[in-house]
DNA sequence: CAATACTGGATAGTTAGACTATCCATGTCA
DNA sequence: TGACATGGATAGTCTAACTATCCAGTATTG
């Protein structure tokens, strides 16, 4: 199919498609003449991969290349979630100390050596958020989180694929970024569940 | 204390400092003169809590200021969670069908009709992702995760203090937000730690 | 085979969001 | 009194993500 079709395929505009080849977020069709290219099938299914990605997994352009370059050129299985959470993690001031989050994955019973500093860097950002906000949660109650967390990426890892190196990192690097708002969904929903239960019925619609 | 100290406190320029007083997140100083301002401790807590809006927890300054707004003028403790989660989910196309989420949200034994229009439409849209990226989660998964979040949720919505209208409003609509990248923090963390037992020890530092 | 429409690629322009810089008529204080 | 700071208004900057225009080169149609 030629690009007009291929954007229609997608519900972009052809000028965004574009920008998404210029961008370096979609391959190449292949040339039939200087100045015409026919695409297929795997453009339509990138697309939809990226608008996901830009999307409801709120990342950036910049973030989306890299994710699609790491999937494209799959890393072992030893440093796969390194790289999948550095392609989605922003970068943090280096400066910031992380005891505080070095000290709470300890606490946790984890291991902060197999954590990447980036993550810890997330972390204690959140705490300082949390902070900011005049939050103090309890140590029960971050334990709570982190187990409730780990029952969810215990789950992922155990189901990572292991036939092939290719469908290894695409289940880690999208399952890292794509399951967020997900979670985040579920979370709210939750909330309002039990919110309904513990004000016994009748709440009205938000 | 005047606006370059008030700056100086919360360590931004007072440029900044001004934009957040014309956009109406920092409310006004105490005018000792047509020209001159006071601004007191309330003015830095209120800055320290913006940054971690807008910084950590990746809210706009227009949900920034819903946010505030929200705890400012408490709503009643029924519709606290509507407010909180409307103030801060990002509007979805109001023709996206929501009939996947609705199902999903039942099949959790949820009731859908607790739960606001804007989270179905979050949930949709997280599925649609993960279809776009081509997973597919088994329904039990779905279960897993959902109930790993409702141990969160369950806990948050148990400590909602009962005290007074304002904390209740604050714990929830700070909570709601502020929670947020802890638990992705967390369930990173949870990967790599759940990573390096698989594959028993050594990964390199990603 | 000429007229027309469409294509891919390059380049420039737009929009929105979050600041940032400049001005200026007061204040303040040494 | 006079240098400097302040609050408020206004305009400018910067980045990200598109979007529009242009143009030479096909494809297509009568």
Request: glycine share 8%; with cysteine; net charge negative.
């Amino acid at each position: 199919m030629r690009m007009s079709q291929l954007a229609q395929e997608a519900g972009l505009p052809t000028a965004t498609v574009k920008y998404y080849l210029r961008e370096g977020l979609l391959h190449e069709g292949r040339l039939t003449s200087p100045t015409q290219a026919h695409y297929d099938e795997t453009h339509v299914e990138r697309l939809r991969l990226i608008r996901a990605l830009v999307g409801p997994a709120g990342q950036s352009i910049a973030s989306t290349r890299r994710i699609l370059a790491a999937i494209a050129d799959p890393p072992s299985e030893l440093d796969l979630l390194g790289i999948a959470h550095d392609a989605v993690t922003p970068r943090y001031p280096a400066e910031l100390p992380t005891d505080r989050a070095r000290q709470v994955v300890e606490g946790l019973g984890w291991n902060s050596a197999h954590c990447a500093p980036s993550t810890l860097g997330a972390l204690q950002e959140a705490l300082d958020g949390l902070e900011a906000g005049g939050f103090e949660l309890s140590d029960e109650t971050l334990e709570r989180y982190a187990s409730a967390m780990m029952v969810v990426a215990a789950d992922e890892i155990a189901e990572i694929p292991t036939d092939s190196a290719e469908a290894a990192a695409r289940f880690v690097i999208l399952g890292t970024v794509l399951v967020e708002p997900l979670l985040l969904a579920l979370r709210r929903l939750a909330q309002q569940t039990a919110s309904a239960q513990r004000f016994s019925g009748s709440r009205q619609s938000g």
